[in-house]
């Protein structure tokens, strides 16, 4: 069961390629961390999945129909938390908190004290004179409370301090942990922030995905591996076999390089190909996966298996 | 439902402060019109009022574009998109909190005054419904503008660009635009060439079809915003208000309608299509300006068949004009208005006894082809057509003595004189002497009562002699939606005669000793039903064409 | 809050971090057994880590016998630790692994490391 299909989706805007033909599957309940530098396309993908923008070709379903039919009542499942959103902030928390009550028919208003306490939020101001974080924390409390099945959220922590990003992640995560828990599409292009978060991870570069899996299957199959032992860059394979990047010979007696294809049976396979060398394998963290995909450009057709 | 009452309740929470201040100044601006209803003797301020009433037209728009762009349609960044609003609930939700928040309290307030005019609760409902529906009707225009822009900067950028394109646009399509001449806007129509129909002889009443036109005008503004609304696409939307406003100013100029009472106070008959004549009057043609590619020729028609205190303007027409080398010409007409000259008719008959004309000139500008005239020049040339005409009744309504003061007062509209003075014209101040009369009037403006115009002639019974206005000095008048106030300062000449057949051209100094047995005598103007006549081998020299 | 605490540092998988300090602490004896070992949700909010993660740890720390689910109660930390001597000394490998490098760098021999770590040993037990 997936909570969004993306079948060839496309967006041009005039010659700019901003999403070019897209396929992508974000499993119900998962957290969906959408990685890519900026401009790789992400803010489009995520308006093209919410019917905010329509797309050139392709198409897109969200929570079982197509999001260019997505109308008012499908948003009463459906969260949506980005940066440039023009919110009627010139409410105070009582009176904005107030009227999206009013709009949905799940409101928690449980969830929504339970927050407000842990978010300690100003009462009294208008919610535009809130600081850049605060002002996060209410749109996010407004979104949070009618518990949407899906939460998409567009760089939601881009430039806050670790204190606020931390009460937004218990925040989400208080969504989650729930009985039926809800799937969380978060794009960033700063991995450490939700590295912990995610459970899934989708790497986008110029509107096209480099890849998308599960984080544990992705963290197996990419295994930073130094072969050592006398004479071992002489039996190095020219050229590196399929899976390899950043292959390097740095000394006579050491290979290091990033298998991309890791299983039970590589360790093997290694030690057959360097006779009397020590293998050591060790995973990467999600961050240097990522630079390992966005740096070889060349190998990203690789990764795509 | 419940989303519609949170918008709406968003909405009126964060306008009814300027909502409060618009219906404040309205109470303002009414309290005061009342008050010079009911104190004759103050003098007219004039200006004080003005600044209110633009203040509130600023306030009202300033409202209307805050409450329709709170929620942004052409952006994708609004936050109700990801919301469980939808695009119907959205606008309706706007029109509803603009109904609430500024047309009802103006009915209300409207209603109120009209009722302390002792106007009878139901007439003072339908004259207030009916500027409320003004008042709808413009503000659906401004929605739509805001609807699709961002900001209340886009939105005044983009009004003055339509501003300017319609200008431009009523001045290139216009025949009878001359420097001299305005264009006129009437209500929230703007009135553009009246399109003669000569198979649909029927009726028109231009007291109402401002009705028609308004409620023409609300349906397009209806339309265009569900389109805006529902598609969300600025072209498409574009392309809706064009059509759609451009079909409902043209669609009342087809819509023949009679929706106001018949004229009763009419003694007799008004003049009907079989007994009334058309003929050419004046034979030789002379061209008076050039616009585009039309030549504009003046050209008097004299209608015959006129009934008691009935007098004749000339609608428009279409005409086919035949010159000697057998080139035929297509031409059009409109009329040019004559309510002075029907004016002295009245008067003349009512005030000086003098009998019924059963026959009138009408002056009017014949448009047609500049490039084919040419070949016409000094030749004479058949015409044949079809006239539109429209009987008017005019009827004295006051008559006051020439001394500052003095003041007069009927069903609701009430009439003073301020002043009177003598005054030269001309490069030396002994040239010539005028007499400038300056009136201050107060007229009931329900729309269902209210006579079309009226006008002002001075009559020297003793002499059997009068005088009309031969110069507009300054003409300043408000609508407060309950009453028009207007202050008037005309210059009066003695005509050649008591009565000519053409007004203009010929003036005569007034002298004390005139003006001393003159009284002042208000007319007023209300139409009857308008017919076609046909005009035919009528014979015209186009004689004195000047060349370019 | 939580028995053990995590410093996160980029480079190792979560889970994999996650494990070795609820390892590390229950092996250590800063759980004994039988004490509640904090639930799925709890571990998720305080650590800021995906609810499937702390599930994931939790289920693998059961499978190998180191909690025990009662039912009612919640996960608990099994009674008695099963395993050998081999299973707990795999919780330093990393700890080992560093001090035995930093020691080859400052040029000392097996048996000068392993003095150092035996003086340790009776500091912090006195009585053997």
């Not at chain 2, 918008?7 to 009814?16: A, F, H, P, Q």
Request: hydrophobic share 45%.
């Amino acid at each position: 069961m997936n909570a969004i299909e993306c079948d060839g989706l496309t967006r041009h805007f005039g010659n700019i390629r901003a999403v070019e033909k897209l396929t992508l599957q974000v499993p119900a309940g998962s957290i969906f961390a959408l990685l890519g530098s900026n401009g790789a396309g992400k803010t489009t993908l995520l308006k093209l999945i919410l019917n905010l923008l329509r797309p050139s070709s392709g198409q897109a379903r969200v929570l079982g129909g197509d999001s260019a039919k997505l109308r008012a009542d499908n948003f009463q499942r459906i969260g949506y938390v980005a940066e440039d959103v023009i919110h009627p902030d010139w409410m105070n928390l009582s009176s904005f908190l107030g009227y999206h009550r009013s709009l949905y028919r799940s409101w928690d208003s449980k969830l929504e004290s339970q927050l407000r306490d842990k978010f300690n939020l100003p009462e009294g101001i208008a919610i535009k004179r809130f600081s850049r974080g605060m002002r996060m924390k209410a749109i996010l409390l407004s979104t949070l409370c009618f518990r949407p099945e899906l939460l998409v959220l567009d760089e939601p922590f881009s430039g806050l301090d670790p204190q606020v990003r931390d009460d937004l992640i218990e925040g989400i995560l208080e969504l989650t942990a729930a009985d039926s828990p809800c799937t969380v599409v978060i794009s960033s292009h700063d991995i450490a922030e939700i590295e912990r978060l995610a459970d899934w991870v989708g790497i986008l570069a110029h509107g096209r995905i480099v890849l998308a899996e599960a984080l544990t299957e992705l963290q197996f199959r990419f295994r930073r591996i130094e072969v050592v032992g006398p004479d071992v860059r002489q039996q190095m394979p020219d050229p590196a076999p399929a899976g390899w990047i950043r292959a390097e010979a740095t000394t006579p007696t050491l290979i290091q390089f990033i298998h991309t294809q890791f299983n039970t049976n590589t360790e093997a396979e290694l030690r057959s190909m360097f006779v009397n060398a020590r293998i050591q394998s060790s995973q990467l963290s999600l961050r240097d996966i990522f630079l390992a995909t966005s740096k070889s450009s060349t190998s990203t057709d690789g990764l795509l298996t | 439902m419940s989303s519609f009452l949170a918008v709406l309740k968003k909405d009126l929470g964060r306008n009814w402060l300027l909502m409060l201040a618009t219906t404040l100044i309205w109470v303002v601006c009414l309290a005061m019109a009342l008050f010079y209803e009911a104190n004759p003797e103050q003098p007219l301020r004039i200006s004080l009022l003005t600044v209110g009433i633009i203040a509130r037209v600023v306030l009202v728009v300033v409202v209307a574009v805050v409450v329709v762009q709170t929620d942004l349609i052409m952006d994708d960044r609004a936050a109700w998109r990801t919301r469980p609003i939808g695009r119907t609930t959205l606008l309706l939700s706007k029109v509803v909190a603009l109904t609430l928040g500024l047309v009802a309290p103006s009915i209300l307030l409207d209603t109120l005054a009209r009722l302390l005019l002792s106007t009878s609760l139901v007439e003072a409902l339908v004259a207030s419904a009916a500027t409320g529906m003004l008042l709808l009707a413009a503000l659906l225009f401004v929605a739509l503008i805001s609807a699709l822009t961002r900001s209340l900067t886009q939105f005044v950028l983009l009004t003055c660009a339509i501003g300017v394109i319609l200008t431009v646009a009523a001045f290139s399509t216009s025949g009878i635009n001359t420097p001299n001449m305005k264009v006129q806007i009437d209500g929230v129509a703007i009135p553009l060439r009246n399109v003669l129909n000569s198979n649909n002889p029927d009726q028109v009443s231009p007291t109402t079809t401002w009705v028609v036109s308004t409620i023409c005008i609300l349906l397009a503004g209806s339309f265009s915003l569900v389109v805006t609304y529902l598609t969300g696409r600025r072209i498409v939307a574009f392309a809706a208000g064009i059509v759609t406003y451009t079909i409902a100013v043209m669609a009342p100029g087809f819509w023949h309608l009679n929706l106001s009472p018949e004229v009763s106070q009419a003694p007799s008959v008004a003049p009907s299509p079989s007994s009334t004549r058309v003929t050419s009057a004046g034979k030789a043609l002379s061209q008076l300006s050039a616009i585009r590619s039309a030549s504009i020729v003046n050209y008097t028609l004299r209608v015959d068949g006129l009934t008691a205190g009935w007098t004749m303007d000339w609608h428009s027409a279409a005409m086919r004009i035949q010159g000697s080398n057998n080139q035929t010409i297509l031409g059009s007409a409109f009329g040019s208005g004559h309510g002075l000259r029907a004016a002295a008719s009245a008067a003349a008959r009512t005030i000086l006894n003098r009998e019924d004309r059963t026959s009138v000139l009408i002056p009017g500008a014949l448009s047609l082809p500049l490039s084919d005239l040419e070949s016409l020049r000094g030749s004479t040339a058949r015409i044949e057509g079809s006239i539109r005409v429209m009987p008017r009744f005019y009827q004295v309504v006051h008559t006051l003595p020439l001394s500052p003061g003095t003041q007069r007062e009927k069903s609701g509209n009430r009439w003073r004189v301020v002043t009177t003075k003598r005054f030269p014209i001309g490069r030396n101040s002994t040239d010539m002497q005028l007499w400038s009369v300056t009136v201050d009037a107060i007229i009931g403006t329900n729309p269902t009562s209210r006579p079309e115009e009226f006008q002002m002639v001075l009559v020297n019974e003793p002499r059997q002699e009068m005088a009309l206005p031969s110069l507009h000095l300054k003409s300043t008048s408000l609508e407060t939606g309950v009453l028009r106030i207007q202050r008037t300062e005309v210059a009066f000449a003695r005509d050649y005669r008591v009565f000519p057949d053409l007004y203009g051209g010929v003036r005569h100094e007034l002298d004390e000793e005139w003006m001393k047995g003159a009284t002042l005598i208000i007319l007023s103007s209300s139409p009857g039903p308008a017919f076609t006549v046909p005009l035919r081998d009528d014979e015209a020299t186009f004689a004195s064409l000047p060349a370019h | 809050m939580l028995p053990f605490r995590i410093d996160f540092h980029s480079g190792e998988p979560v889970y994999e971090q996650v494990i070795y300090a609820a390892k590390k602490a229950i092996l250590s004896g800063v759980l004994s057994p039988g004490e509640r070992f904090p639930s799925v949700r709890s571990l998720s909010q305080e650590l800021k880590i995906n609810p499937n993660t702390a599930h994931k740890v939790v289920a693998a720390l059961t499978a190998e016998g180191l909690l025990a689910v009662h039912p009612g109660v919640g996960t608990v930390v099994a009674p008695s630790v099963p395993g050998s001597a081999e299973d707990r000394a795999q919780v330093l490998v990393q700890d080992t692994e560093r001090l035995v490098v930093e020691a080859s760098r400052l040029g000392l021999t097996e048996e000068q490391l392993l003095n150092a770590v035996r003086k340790h040993w009776r500091k912090l037990n006195p009585s053997p």
